[in-house]
């Protein structure tokens, strides 16, 4: 489990606090997303889950972050690291070494994971992943979404509890971007790996995930179900945070009287639901 209590963190000679008053629980086995509006200070929470803060950014910090019963104040980088794992957005300069092979390797030398483990490890990451037929290939002529699960695959060789990825699909399409969360369901549902994604693609953490937090202006403005909190469209519209159209209509249906069910979250409920609506009207 990963506990924020109370937590503040001001980067150095930052006129004001990127994140305030934290108080958030992730639970063992969660697949949550994390949306807000851009400088939300969403990053900023990443970085104290894998210990970037204070390891890395120094500043002010005030409470407490618990990962996994630990103070990640108290912890070193490495053994954050071999909880959690980290993927960014922009993998490319992430990347240490030229071959698939050697950059899933790189990770687990560092971490010193004994030599008898190794290939297993190699092996079942890619496997994990889907992309053991990448093992060889240079890491340079890897499409945008290969080189996001060779990042995921590095990440996961070393057995991580939490994986962590900030923007994900930034620099992917729209099909690369549904396998990148298709996979990442497999790995939570089969794995029982807790999954914490920042995303801006909302339609893709309504399919996927199950529990969403709001951040804005470096506070929780709303955490919950995905359902329970896109429930309110206009209070999301209002921090610049653009619920799916399915569900603002159906939120609309609802203000108008037309119905009491909770909001749509697709396309096929929002047709259901409208369904149901003119079945009633016409009767
Ligand atoms: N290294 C840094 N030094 C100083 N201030 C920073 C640093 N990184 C981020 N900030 C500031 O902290 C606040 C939160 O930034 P953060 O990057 O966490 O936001 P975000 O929600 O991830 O935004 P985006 O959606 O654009 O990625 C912003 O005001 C930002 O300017
Ligand atoms: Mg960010």
Redesign the pocket.
């Known amino acids: 489990m990963i506990k924020f209590e109370n937590f503040s963190f001001t980067?150095?000679?930052?006129p004001?606090p990127?994140l305030k008053n934290i108080n958030l629980e992730i639970q063992k086995g969660a697949f949550l997303g994390i949306i807000?509006?851009?400088?939300?200070?969403?990053?900023?929470?990443t970085y104290a889950i894998n210990g970037a803060i204070p390891h890395y950014?120094q500043g002010v910090c005030q409470g407490q972050v618990m990962v996994d019963g630990i103070d990640v104040f108290d912890s070193t980088p490495e053994t954050i690291s071999l909880k959690v794992g980290s993927v960014f957005g922009d993998v490319e300069s992430f990347f240490v070494a030229s071959v698939v092979e050697e950059e899933i390797l790189f990770g687990l030398e560092n971490f010193n994971i004994p030599r008898s483990e190794i290939e297993g490890r190699i092996t079942s990451a890619l496997d994990a992943v889907g992309i053991s037929e990448l093992r060889y290939r240079s890491i340079s002529s890897l499409s945008g979404g290969q080189k996001q699960k060779v990042a995921i695959s590095a990440a996961i060789a070393l057995r991580p509890q939490i994986l962590l990825l900030?923007?994900p699909t930034s620099e992917l399409d729209p099909q690369s971007s549904r396998q990148i969360f298709s996979l990442l369901r497999t790995l939570n549902k089969s794995n029982g790996m807790t999954i914490v994604v920042?995303e801006?693609k909302i339609m893709l953490l309504c399919e996927y995930v199950d529990r969403l937090t709001v951040?804005n202006d470096?506070e929780i403005y709303s955490t919950g179900s995905v359902r329970d909190v896109l429930s309110t469209p206009s209070k999301l519209e209002k921090i610049g945070v653009n619920c799916p159209r399915v569900t603002t209509l159906s939120s609309k249906l609802a203000a108008a009287g037309l119905t009491n069910e909770p909001v749509a979250l697709n396309l096929n409920e929002a047709e259901s639901m409208v369904r149901r609506i003119i079945r009633d009207y016409i009767r």
């Open positions: 980067y150095p000679d930052a004001a990127a807000g509006p851009s400088g939300a200070g969403k990053s900023t929470l950014y900030d923007e920042v801006q951040i470096g």
